[in-house]
């Protein structure tokens, strides 16, 4: 069955430090999602990737997916405290209905 | 636009008892996705809904945890009776989305659920 893993696991950074969270699938990716949790709450939503190579921002945020489809990376600059929550990564499991499998998050934690 | 709504937002209740947990998803959306999320770990599907009828319900403990959707909208989670373990955020999401094709989730807040 399909794993993603997420790195690292919890992230501090000092407001206005650029940060990145990696997300690493053991079989090839056909639809990556990442979205948002703050705590105690549903996700959001941020940014879908398809195709190897693809990257796309919003904000502060940008997304890639590299060209072998397997990993994932999420960057953000110069953060900010509303940018503290749960990263989490979601991919479509090719394993009949395209069930969606998630990764177990990164926690980020943003110093004022 | 109105979000995806669960009820109640928290529940505890003492093992072996019975609970029910509520979703109304975003008008229009054919699909409605049943998720728990153990403290620590991402979600993971228990059920999903295209319209009324059972996409996939494989990692759904069918011997305590039943689902239904009514008339392709609303959807009730039931756990019966509940274990120290089902402790959890059970989170509901709904999706345009059709057999086979890709698009974003819209969760709700979750129903934060203590079995004591």
């Known amino acids: 069955s399909q794993e993603l893993e997420q790195s690292p696991q919890s992230l501090i950074v000092q407001e206005g430090k650029n940060l990145t969270i990696n997300c690493t699938s053991s079989?090839?990716?056909?639809?990556l999602y990442w979205y948002k949790q703050k705590y105690g709450e549903g996700l959001i939503f941020l940014m879908m990737?398809?195709?190897?190579?693809e990257e796309k921002s919003h904000e502060k945020i940008t997304a890639k997916l590299d060209e072998k489809k397997q990993q994932s990376s999420l960057h953000i600059t110069a953060s900010q405290p509303s940018h503290a929550g749960i990263y989490l990564c979601?991919?479509?499991?090719?394993?009949?209905?395209?069930?969606?499998?998630f990764g177990a998050g990164t926690r980020l934690f943003v110093k004022a | 636009e109105a979000g995806v709504a669960q009820s109640p937002r928290y529940k505890i209740i003492e093992k072996r008892q019975s609970v029910a947990f509520w979703c109304n998803p975003i008008s229009g959306h054919a699909t409605l996705y049943w998720y728990q999320q153990i403290l620590g770990q991402g979600p993971k599907l228990l059920i999903q809904?295209?319209?009324?009828?059972?996409?996939?319900d494989s990692q759904l403990p069918k011997d305590r945890f039943s689902a239904e959707r009514l008339k392709g909208v609303d959807s009730t989670l039931k756990i019966q009776p509940a274990k120290l373990e089902d402790s959890a955020v059970y989170l509901c999401a709904s999706s345009l989305k059709v057999s086979g094709s890709r698009n974003e989730q819209f969760f709700g807040p979750g129903t934060r659920l203590t079995v004591l």
């Open positions: 809904f295209q319209n009324n009828g059972v996409v996939d």
């Open positions: 079989k090839t990716l056909y639809g």
């Open positions: 979601g991919a479509d499991s090719n394993t009949g209905g395209f069930k969606t499998i």
């Open positions: 990737l398809q195709k190897g190579g």
